[in-house]
């Protein structure tokens, strides 16, 4: 039981009221030699006893000390030489302090025993002190020793208690002083330690007092107005780290602190000695109205004293018995020693707990069994075992409260499907619903369990349950959150489900009832705004489509956010999780991957992509197609003529930006397709392919703008102009002034043989002579002036090959005599050893000439322009060789294609263009190169 305070007016029950159990097996101790009842001390005029450290201690009138162990084999000497009148034991140390006297009259002496040591069979005296309060003799009523061995109390008939502080084993340096005077005696003394502080409590028969004598002066507390006026009334307690006082009186046993008093319990009649076993309350007292008669023994009359003991945490007597004239009250080695006035030993053995609660479940004394293994440390799993047991008998007799309130106490020991089938087949609704409480509040719920519970409530309609379950928004959560959601949804109770989803972040089923059930499109949207970027990232591509044809405007603008710098709409401006390096962090996803949400929802997808290229202008190019495509989409199919300008307008300057990413590829296909005539072109400009634009305008028949092609893109491509002769020459029409124009820039270009486009005027069937009259009039006196250039040319060939020969039979047959007088290459004159080249009068410094020139045997300064002449000729050759191969190889094969592809890889049919010299300057090429460059005299 744990103690509560009392007011001092309010009646406590009397100790009849509770229930009797015998908790203790009683029995005489023998001796082991004789097997008889022990009677050693049948001659013993017993006058103290005390235990502890594996003794009894036993003191007599005579003065002598009997030390009894547990084999109460007996050790005497004598301690005093008249009489022992008290003896204290300490707890914590070996010693015994006994107080007695050794001369007639009022003169009693403390001694300190060391039962450790021992000479010639008696334990060693470490102090001797005289105990008289001034010079007053009176006779001690009590003793009592603190287990820091510093302070001793003693107290006197007279009402004086002598404090002595100091070490108690020694007398030395031992300093003594009065604490208390008063004209009771003291009844009880004892002490306590609080914290720092050491208290005294004084007994007396007309007070309670607390001294506290740690400090520099000692304080006095009052804690009660009466006390007790017999001796071996007062006692400690050891129910708790707190002990408390207690004192027995002739109504009530009494709890006190340092400050106040506690609880009282009233136990009638008169109490002799109180005592205290393992947190049992032993009183010996008498009671008149059921005292059992007095007894005789060995010619003397005995009265019978009742010894009870109490369970006072439990509340309930574990043991009541007569025993003759009870002298002292002994505790040792696990059980009770009670000396009875015919001087036999009585032995209380208290019963193991197990037995003692078979004896409580015989009686269905649950309650009283679950409160006594706590007090006594029972194990967890024992403990479980009685709460089984106790809900069992409980459900029994049909208590089905009670036994619902014992079933939870075994939540994570007891297969909570025990319980469950229990109440499920009684229909016991509430009692279930209680117990799937706790056990969620115990977290030892499952899923099925969470399911049970949430389907009570929902069957019992208890909204209050239920919102107190899920809704509270501080409760610890002790449940599975997806199987709440789950039923909550399935019973109807969306609100709680999209709490518990909100509250937990369980993203998906949010959305999903606040679109599938709630069609709350609008607080779905807004949930998605206030996600992390990778879920909002996620959810917007799992639900886009629904929420484009619901709320497009605010999809669309959500969409712009999280394409560009995305923020959670409950973030501030600056929040620090979004910095690296005191840089905001910038989190964008890919507009591509969102287009197809858009899917009946063009105007939006224009909007989303024209902010998307104007805010990052080097997006991908899946976007600015797809604008592309809708701009023409718009084009084509505007009836407003304000409207399809600015659409016209849009998609020009879209093609024209330079930033512009588009596919030009793609571009092109979109603008034929939707036939946009300006894009076709820019296009085709842009991708330089000006034949298509001239193409263009042929197949739509614009002559102006077929001619401006030619002239504006004629440099580029020379070949529009043959194309654009073609296109003319096949006309009927009258188109002679553009057929004109471009005859005349063939013929300014010699783009085409006059042949050629004879041939191509031929098809014309308008074309008259006139006009090609002045082309071909012209076009023959150049050929006339060429032929005669050629002849004229050839005339000179020949006069140079004969001049050259001619020189070379020279060169043959006579002496060649060099004149030169300098070097070609330092300009100095020369010096024997020299050389000299026959290619001209070039001569050289040996030692000039093996520095510079590059190749032994030719002349520098004629090397480099003879090595050009000679590049020349052997191309021709290669080439005549070559031409001839390929005309023999192809008239040879089969697969005539394969053959002109090997050589178009070869390159073969590359234009080369060859850079001539001037007449003159060709004769002096072909001049050198009949010299010897390799021909040189030393």
Same mark, same amino acid.
């Given at each position: 039981?744990?103690?509560?305070?009392?007011?001092?007016?309010?009646?406590?029950?009397?100790?009849?009221?509770?229930?009797?159990?015998?908790?203790?097996?009683?029995?005489?101790?023998?001796?082991?030699?004789?097997?008889?009842?022990?009677?050693?001390?049948?001659?013993?005029?017993?006058?103290?006893?005390?235990?502890?450290?594996?003794?009894?201690?036993?003191?007599?009138?005579?003065?002598?000390?009997?030390?009894?162990?547990?084999?109460?084999?007996?050790?005497?000497?004598?301690?005093?030489?008249?009489?022992?009148?008290?003896?204290?034991?300490?707890?914590?140390?070996?010693?015994?302090?006994?107080?007695?006297?050794?001369?007639?009259?009022?003169?009693?002496?403390? =001694?300190?025993?060391?039962?450790?040591?021992?000479?010639?069979?008696? $334990?060693?005296?470490?102090?001797?002190?005289?105990?008289?309060?001034?010079?007053?003799?009176?006779?001690?009523?009590?003793?009592?020793?603190?287990?820091?061995?510093?302070?001793?109390?003693?107290?006197?008939?007279?009402?004086?208690?002598?404090?002595?502080?100091?070490?108690?084993?020694?007398?030395?340096?031992?300093?003594?002083?009065?604490?208390?005077?008063?004209?009771?005696?003291?009844?009880?003394?004892?002490?306590?330690? *609080?914290?720092?502080?050491?208290?005294?409590?004084?007994?007396?028969?007309?007070?309670?007092?607390?001294?506290?004598?740690?400090?520099?002066?000692?304080?006095?507390?009052?804690?009660?107005? @009466?006390?007790?006026?017999?001796?071996?009334?007062?006692?400690?307690?050891?129910?708790?780290?707190?002990?408390?006082?207690?004192?027995?009186?002739?109504?009530?046993?009494?709890?006190?602190?340092?400050?106040?008093?506690?609880?009282?319990?009233?136990?009638?009649?008169?109490?002799?000695?109180?005592?205290?076993?393992?947190?049992?309350?032993?009183?010996?007292?008498?009671?008149?109205?059921?005292?059992?008669?007095?007894?005789?023994?060995?010619?003397?009359?005995?009265?019978?004293?009742?010894? &009870?003991?109490?369970?006072?945490?439990?509340?309930?007597?574990?043991?009541?018995?007569?025993?003759?004239?009870?002298?002292?009250?002994?505790?040792?080695?696990?059980?009770?020693?009670?000396?009875?006035?015919?001087?036999?030993?009585?032995?209380?053995?208290?019963?193991?707990?197990?037995?003692?609660?078979?004896?409580?479940?015989?009686?269905?004394?649950?309650?009283?069994?679950?409160?006594?293994?706590?007090?006594?440390?029972?194990? *967890?799993?024992?403990?479980?075992?009685?709460?089984?047991?106790?809900?069992?008998?409980?459900?029994?007799?049909?208590?089905?409260?009670?036994?619902?309130?014992?079933?939870?106490?075994?939540?994570?020991?007891?297969?909570?499907?025990?319980?469950?089938? =229990?109440?499920?087949?009684?229909?016991?609704?509430?009692?279930?619903?209680?117990?799937?409480?706790?056990?969620?509040?115990?977290? =030892?719920?499952?899923?099925?369990?969470?399911?049970?519970?949430?389907?009570?409530?929902?069957?019992?309609?208890?909204?209050?349950?239920?919102?107190?379950?899920?809704?509270?928004?501080?409760?610890?959560?002790?449940?599975?959150?997806? &199987?709440?959601?789950?039923?909550?949804?399935?019973?109807?109770?969306?609100?709680?489900?999209?709490?518990?989803?909100?509250?937990?972040?369980?993203?998906?089923?949010?959305?999903?009832?606040?679109?599938?059930?709630?069609?709350?499109?609008?607080?779905?949207?807004?949930?998605?705004?206030?996600?992390? @970027?990778?879920?909002?990232?996620?959810?917007?591509?799992?639900?886009?489509?629904?929420?484009?044809?619901?709320?497009?405007? *605010?999809?669309?603008?959500?969409?712009?956010?999280?394409?560009?710098?995305?923020?959670?709409?409950?973030?501030?401006?600056?929040?620090?999780?979004?910095?690296?390096?005191?840089?905001?962090?910038?989190?964008?996803?890919?507009?591509?991957?969102?287009?197809?949400?858009?899917?009946? %929802?063009?105007?939006?997808?224009?909007?989303?992509?024209?902010?998307?290229?104007?805010?990052?202008?080097?997006?991908?190019?899946?976007?600015?197609?797809?604008?592309?495509?809708?701009?023409?989409?718009?084009?084509?199919?505007?009836?407003?003529?304000?409207?399809?300008?600015?659409?016209?307008?849009?998609?020009?300057?879209?093609?024209?930006?330079?930033?512009? =990413?588009?596919?030009?590829?793609?571009?092109?296909?979109?603008?034929?397709?939707?036939? @946009?005539?300006?894009?076709?072109?820019?296009?085709?400009?842009?991708?330089?392919?000006?034949? *298509?634009?001239?193409?263009?305008?042929?197949?739509?028949?614009?002559?102006?703008?077929?001619?401006?092609?030619?002239?504006?893109?004629?440099?580029?491509?020379?070949?529009?102009?043959?194309?654009?002769?073609?296109?003319?020459?096949?006309?009927?029409?009258?188109?002679?002034?553009?057929?004109?124009?471009?005859?005349?820039?063939?013929?300014?270009?010699?783009?085409?043989?006059?042949?050629?486009?004879?041939?191509?005027?031929?098809?014309?069937?308008?074309?008259?002579?006139?006009?090609?009259?002045?082309?071909?009039?012209?076009?023959?006196?150049?050929?006339?002036?060429?032929?005669?250039?050629?002849?004229?040319?050839?005339?000179?060939?020949?006069?140079?090959?004969?001049?050259?020969?001619?020189?070379?039979?020279?060169?043959?047959?006579?002496?060649?005599? @060099?004149?030169?007088?300098?070097? %070609?290459?330092?300009?100095? $004159?020369?010096?024997?050893?020299?050389?000299?080249?026959?290619?001209?009068?070039?001569?050289?410094?040996?030692?000039?000439?093996?520095?510079?020139?590059? %190749?032994?045997?030719?002349?520098?300064?004629?090397?480099?322009?003879?090595?050009?002449?000679?590049?020349?000729?052997?191309?021709?050759?290669?080439?005549?060789?070559?031409?001839?191969?390929?005309?023999?190889?192809?008239?040879?094969?089969?697969?005539?294609?394969?053959?002109?592809?090997?050589?178009?890889?070869?390159?073969?049919?590359?234009?080369?263009?060859?850079?001539?010299?001037?007449?003159?300057?060709?004769?002096?090429?072909?001049?050198?190169?009949?010299?010897?460059?390799?021909?040189?005299?030393?």
């Amino acid at each position: 039981m744990s103690y509560y305070a009392l007011p001092r007016s309010i009646t406590v029950p009397y100790a009849y009221q509770w229930r009797r159990f015998n908790f203790f097996d009683k029995e005489i101790v023998k001796d082991s030699e004789t097997d008889q009842p022990f009677d050693k001390l049948k001659d013993v005029n017993v006058s103290a006893c005390v235990s502890g450290r594996g003794q009894l201690i036993i003191g007599d009138h005579e003065g002598y000390l009997y030390l009894l162990n547990r084999q109460l084999q007996i050790s005497a000497f004598k301690a005093y030489e008249i009489r022992v009148s008290h003896l204290f034991q300490m707890k914590q140390h070996s010693l015994l302090i006994s107080i007695g006297e050794d001369e007639q009259g009022v003169n009693p002496l403390i =001694k300190v025993w060391n039962l450790e040591k021992m000479e010639r069979g008696v $334990p060693l005296c470490t102090r001797i002190s005289r105990a008289i309060p001034g010079n007053k003799p009176t006779p001690v009523t009590c003793l009592s020793v603190h287990d820091n061995l510093n302070w001793m109390a003693v107290g006197f008939e007279s009402g004086s208690v002598i404090l002595f502080k100091g070490d108690v084993t020694k007398d030395r340096h031992s300093k003594t002083r009065i604490v208390h005077e008063s004209s009771k005696p003291v009844t009880g003394l004892a002490f306590k330690t *609080q914290g720092k502080n050491i208290f005294l409590y004084v007994v007396t028969e007309a007070s309670v007092l607390s001294i506290c004598i740690s400090g520099k002066q000692d304080v006095k507390t009052s804690v009660e107005d @009466f006390g007790s006026g017999r001796l071996g009334c007062t006692v400690m307690s050891d129910l708790s780290q707190d002990h408390q006082l207690v004192v027995g009186r002739q109504d009530a046993v009494y709890f006190y602190q340092t400050d106040s008093r506690g609880p009282c319990l009233a136990f009638e009649g008169e109490k002799l000695q109180l005592h205290w076993f393992r947190g049992y309350l032993i009183i010996v007292g008498k009671d008149n109205k059921a005292l059992p008669r007095p007894v005789t023994v060995g010619g003397q009359t005995l009265e019978m004293n009742i010894v &009870t003991v109490y369970d006072i945490q439990n509340k309930f007597i574990a043991y009541s018995a007569p025993f003759p004239d009870v002298i002292g009250v002994m505790s040792e080695w696990g059980s009770v020693y009670i000396l009875g006035g015919d001087r036999k030993f009585y032995q209380l053995q208290e019963k193991d707990t197990q037995t003692k609660l078979e004896m409580l479940f015989k009686k269905n004394n649950y309650t009283l069994a679950i409160s006594l293994a706590k007090s006594q440390q029972y194990d *967890q799993e024992g403990l479980m075992d009685i709460f089984t047991q106790y809900g069992d008998h409980l459900y029994s007799k049909g208590d089905h409260d009670g036994a619902i309130d014992q079933y939870i106490k075994t939540i994570g020991k007891l297969e909570a499907s025990y319980v469950i089938r =229990k109440f499920l087949d009684a229909q016991r609704i509430h009692n279930l619903t209680k117990y799937l409480q706790a056990l969620h509040k115990g977290q =030892k719920a499952t899923e099925e369990h969470t399911t049970l519970l949430l389907n009570c409530y929902t069957k019992l309609k208890d909204v209050s349950k239920l919102d107190e379950f899920i809704m509270t928004k501080d409760r610890e959560v002790d449940f599975d959150v997806e &199987t709440a959601i789950k039923v909550c949804r399935q019973a109807g109770y969306f609100d709680h489900a999209l709490f518990l989803a909100e509250k937990h972040n369980k993203h998906e089923w949010y959305l999903r009832m606040q679109l599938e059930d709630k069609k709350n499109y609008q607080k779905a949207l807004e949930y998605i705004g206030k996600l992390e @970027f990778e879920e909002a990232e996620e959810n917007l591509k799992k639900y886009g489509k629904v929420l484009m044809s619901e709320v497009p405007r *605010q999809t669309t603008e959500l969409l712009k956010r999280l394409c560009t710098d995305y923020r959670p709409t409950d973030r501030p401006l600056v929040d620090a999780g979004m910095m690296e390096g005191g840089i905001p962090r910038i989190q964008k996803a890919s507009a591509e991957e969102f287009i197809h949400i858009f899917v009946n %929802n063009s105007e939006k997808l224009t909007e989303f992509l024209e902010h998307m290229v104007k805010v990052q202008p080097n997006c991908n190019n899946l976007l600015y197609n797809t604008l592309l495509e809708l701009y023409l989409h718009d084009v084509v199919h505007e009836r407003d003529g304000a409207a399809r300008t600015d659409k016209i307008r849009k998609t020009e300057e879209l093609l024209k930006n330079p930033d512009a =990413k588009y596919d030009l590829d793609q571009a092109l296909v979109l603008c034929q397709m939707n036939n @946009f005539k300006t894009g076709i072109l820019y296009l085709y400009e842009k991708a330089h392919l000006y034949q *298509q634009i001239l193409r263009y305008h042929m197949e739509h028949d614009d002559y102006i703008h077929v001619i401006d092609s030619c002239k504006k893109f004629g440099q580029q491509d020379s070949n529009l102009w043959v194309q654009a002769l073609s296109y003319f020459a096949r006309k009927e029409e009258q188109c002679k002034p553009q057929l004109m124009e471009v005859l005349s820039h063939i013929d300014k270009k010699s783009l085409l043989p006059p042949l050629l486009v004879i041939q191509t005027l031929a098809h014309n069937s308008t074309a008259t002579l006139s006009v090609v009259k002045d082309y071909i009039i012209r076009r023959l006196q150049l050929e006339s002036d060429q032929i005669a250039e050629d002849e004229r040319l050839i005339k000179q060939y020949r006069e140079d090959t004969e001049k050259k020969r001619g020189q070379i039979e020279q060169l043959k047959t006579e002496a060649k005599i @060099f004149q030169a007088s300098k070097c %070609n290459i330092c300009n100095h $004159p020369l010096e024997i050893p020299s050389v000299h080249f026959l290619c001209e009068p070039h001569s050289y410094h040996q030692h000039c000439f093996e520095s510079y020139a590059e %190749n032994d045997s030719e002349c520098p300064v004629c090397a480099a322009e003879n090595r050009k002449i000679m590049d020349i000729i052997r191309a021709q050759e290669q080439s005549k060789d070559l031409h001839e191969h390929f005309h023999n190889q192809l008239e040879r094969s089969q697969d005539g294609f394969s053959v002109v592809a090997d050589y178009f890889g070869r390159g073969v049919f590359n234009k080369v263009t060859l850079i001539t010299d001037s007449p003159a300057r060709q004769r002096d090429q072909k001049s050198a190169s009949s010299n010897f460059p390799s021909s040189r005299l030393v």
